[in-house]
């Protein structure tokens, strides 16, 4: 399962999970930084 971190949540853990969860990102990753939550909703519905 891949998961994209808010915004709230500390970038490294992608990194930390990434044994457990693949290819995770945080919101900074993908630029998406200060940006809404439907926004972010709808980006991670996409992917």
Not at 3 to 17: A, H, I, M, Q
């Amino acid at each position: 399962m891949k998961l994209l971190f808010d915004e709230n949540l500390s970038p490294k853990l992608p990194n930390r999970l990434s044994d457990l969860f693949p290819d995770s990102l945080h919101v900074r990753d993908v630029g998406m930084k200060a940006t809404i939550d439907p926004i972010v909703w709808d980006y991670a519905f996409i992917q």
